[in-house]
């Protein structure tokens, strides 16, 4: 009898989810979109990027289940600093594209995806501020055509993996893989999970924590993150491999008790760019700008 039901269980945990999707993916692109929202097409995809200000041009790259949304009190700031801002949703997050294509997720195409988008607005060269993932996004812009890239203020940046983690590998595999997905990016779990990375709790409150939720909710997502979890990484040109082509000053900011990538690679990472520098904020986990905000923003201040 407990075998059976165990089964029971393990069945309706492989197949609800095919069916509870359409109630948690109830929100189109669109509805992600402010009055500063502007859509761009690039590559075949629509891009959503939130334009700012005025100034010189400073370019905000959120990280892994980050948008463009949860850059606020950053944007806030830069603007007052009299800096035209522009906030980009990635491939695959906020009110971009969830692309089918596995190569649009890949560290080099969301990089190429940012020089498009200095393309069509026409950005000459702009500051690069990138979080976790962002920040490697940025540093793959510097490598790709340096002359865009003034400077990178790297936040955490996710500098030395050089595959997808394993659990990505899982999310690949069909049916399994897909009930992995819906239950791991469950809305409900995603403030367990902004706690498990952060040191200073505060920040996480109810409506921070629907913020970072909102793109989960949007149609398609789902699909997104699988068809991600099984892109290459990089492209020809690997940012663990390429720091020496990255020429441009890079002010990096880490929390001392970073729990996804430890302060010791923020040490490693100053060590083997040519020109870099490191500030470590106490008593920070991962998020930075949002856990430590007047701390960080003095920092980044001061790189600007």
């Known amino acids: 009898m407990l075998t059976q039901v165990l089964l029971v269980a393990f069945v309706a945990v492989l197949l609800v989810p095919f069916i509870l999707i ?12 402010t009055p500063q929202t502007r859509i761009l097409q690039i590559h ?7 334009d700012y200000g005025q100034g010189d041009v400073v370019m905000l790259i959120h990280g892994f289940a ?10 806030t700031r830069l603007v007052t600093r009299q800096k035209r801002v522009i906030a980009v949703d990635l491939i695959g ?4 594209a969830r692309s089918d294509n596995s190569s649009d997720y890949a560290t080099d195409a969301q990089a190429r995806l940012l020089l498009s988008v200095m393309h069509q607005l026409g950005i000459e060269n702009a500051t690069l501020i990138g979080h976790s993932y962002g920040g490697r996004v940025a540093m793959q812009t510097a490598i790709l055509d340096s002359a865009k890239v003034h400077k990178i203020i790297a936040i955490a940046p996710e500098a030395f993996a050089t595959d997808r983690p394993p659990m990505a590998k899982l999310v690949g595999l069909p049916l399994f893989g897909y009930a992995l997905a819906y239950w791991s990016t469950a809305p409900a779990l995603i403030g367990i999970g902004l706690r498990s990375v952060s ?11 629907e ?10 997502h789902l699909q997104g993150q699988i068809v991600q979890s099984v892109s290459p990484k990089d492209g020809d040109m690997p940012v663990p ?13 880490w929390g001392d008790s970073d729990p996804v990538f430890p302060a010791t690679d923020g040490l490693k990472l100053v060590d083997q760019l040519p020109d870099a520098h490191l500030a470590i904020v106490p008593q920070c986990g991962h998020l930075p700008h949002v856990e430590a905000a007047e701390e ?9």
């Open 241 to 253: 491999r390429h720091f020496a082509r990255i020429t441009c000053p890079v002010y990096v900011i």
């Open 199 to 209: 040191r200073r709790k505060a920040w996480v409150t109810a409506a921070e924590v």
């Open 66 to 75: 980050g948008w463009s949304d949860t850059w606020e009190e950053v944007v």
């Open 22 to 33: 359409r109630l948690r993916e109830k929100y189109t692109v669109a509805q992600l979109n």
């Open 44 to 50: 075949g995809n629509a891009v959503a990027v939130r």
């Open 296 to 304: 960080t923003w003095q920092l980044i201040d001061q790189a600007l």
């Open 211 to 220: 913020r970072y939720a909102m793109p989960v909710r949007v149609l398609g």
């Open 93 to 96: 997050a906020g009110a971009s």
